[in-house]
């Protein structure tokens, strides 16, 4: 099944950051993970990426970012193929933050996001804004293999946003809140959210269905390897979508001063199954 997200940008005809064209990709010849994957994302957008476990979501993002080479399709990333970018040029457009990084020497916190930097070129008020956003300033000399797994993410992704300073166009994130507190799983949704508000395309993987709806704009849908839904968020994270990928029954439930509903789930009483 092949779904694809249409971003027309507020009206707009203008060319989209992402686009993913027939993608299909396995581990094994015989046994695809991600199966005709179409889909575009524009500047200025936060899409998240949902789906059960082994759905293809990290492997998406692999291909997305050129670790992986697709068996059909394509990735264009501002209009041009992924595999014409040379690394620099690459870095300079596309940053990642993966759900954890193991480095092997002693390096401070702000040498870890400085080196968002390496293929770019020195940037310290980058380097430093960024640390700023992550709340990480109290910490920015401590060694960063010595913090928490919550923290080591929020450097990363400041690590990331300050690669993106610039020429920045896409940022793919791999659960960046999986271990975070949570005040700063929400700074975390509302720097991306920020990143998007200066044109940037926001692509990041998130099993929070809540905080999905709350953040994004647009919600890419995946199960068995394949794009199942995608769209504004209002349409797509519903639970006549959501439940029977997800396979637990799903509520939304508008809450007092809120302009977003909150998804409660119900794994005992599943009507999807």
Known sequence: METELTSDQQGGAQTPVLELRDLTYGYARAQPIVRDVSATLAGGKVCALVGPNAAGKTTLLKIILGQLDAWSGGVRVGGHPLASLDPTRRAERVSYVPQRSHTGFAFTVERVVAMGRFALGRDDDAVEAAIQVCDLSGIRSATYAHLSVGQQQR?????????????????????????????????????????????????????????????????????GGELVAAGPCDEVMTPGVLEPVFRVRIEAHRLPGMDRPVLVTDAADSGAA
């Open 155 to 223: 450097v990363l992704l400041a690590r990331a946003m300050a690669q993106s300073r610039g020429g920045g166009q896409l940022m793919l994130l791999d659960e960046p809140g999986s271990a975070m507190d949570l005040w700063h799983v929400h700074q975390c949704m509302r720097g991306l959210r920020q990143l998007a508000a200066s044109g940037l395309a926001v692509l990041v993987v998130l099993h929070d269905l809540s905080l999905a709806v709350r953040y994004a704009d647009e919600a890419w849908v995946m199960d």
